[in-house]
């Protein structure tokens, strides 16, 4: 297993454009996150899918964001209209379940430059 | 709304010091993760804590779980160049088993 995979992991847009990130969790992990992680912070939760079922979502992720995972593997986020807010790095991680028991596993993120 | 605070922000020592980081918070928390992230990278999971008063060592790194469950801290003993990265705190509510709630970390330089 080669952990989880995020691509692009560089993007940069102009202003207006539309972006979609893909994640692929590891294999077995039947939990999928999305987070996003400005320049000194930590990372902020955005959604929480259990298998396919999207279970939770941020008041961070406005309508312009949307997020997807079909048949429970792998899951895209996509940004439409990106703004220059939008820049940060935006992480995916999968768990087999809860954190006290599991742990995450993060990808090393598709950072997102807006112009 | 749990929030989670680091100290230091930052911290620059030299090689083969001792150092303590904390995280501190109003509330409880049903664990507490302590992450490390490189430049470019996403968050590794070095521990998780889960009963207070916890202790656990990981080679050099000493992290600890209060016993009220609303903060933690990382010892690392004998610092290495190899330490330096970003150090975050992370925990999981009691409300929701699968947000977690991350610190805004310490950046931890050990010069050689």
């Known amino acids: 297993d080669t952990g989880v995979s995020q691509n692009p992991r560089h993007k940069i847009t102009k202003r207006g454009q539309n972006v979609t990130f893909r994640c692929d969790p590891i294999s077995e992990h039947n939990r999928l996150y999305w987070y996003r992680q400005t320049l000194g912070q930590g990372p902020e939760f955005l959604t929480y899918f259990q298998n396919e079922a999207q279970l939770e979502k941020s008041r961070l992720l406005s309508d312009r964001f949307s997020a997807e995972r079909p048949k429970g593997s792998f899951s895209t986020l996509e940004i439409q209209r990106t703004e220059q807010g939008d820049s940060a790095m935006y992480l995916c991680?999968?768990?087999?379940?809860?954190?006290?028991?599991?742990?995450?596993?993060f990808g090393s993120g598709t950072r997102l430059t807006v112009v | 709304t749990q929030l989670l605070e680091q100290s230091p922000q930052f911290l620059s020592i030299q090689e083969g010091e001792n150092l303590t980081v904390y995280c501190n918070s109003s509330?409880?928390?049903?664990?507490l993760q302590w992450y490390r992230q490189e430049p470019g990278e996403g968050p590794v999971l070095l521990v998780t804590?889960?009963?207070?008063?916890e202790v656990k060592k990981l080679k050099r790194l000493t992290f600890q779980f209060g016993d009220a469950r609303k903060d933690s801290s990382l010892h690392i003993t004998a610092a290495q160049p190899g330490d330096t990265g970003l150090y975050l705190c992370a925990g999981e509510g009691r409300d929701s088993s699968y947000k977690l709630i991350f610190g805004s970390g310490t950046r931890l330089l050990v010069r050689p």
């Open positions: 991680a999968s768990s087999l379940g809860t954190a006290s028991n599991y742990g995450y596993t």
């Open positions: 804590v889960v009963t207070g008063g």
């Open positions: 509330s409880v928390f049903s664990s």
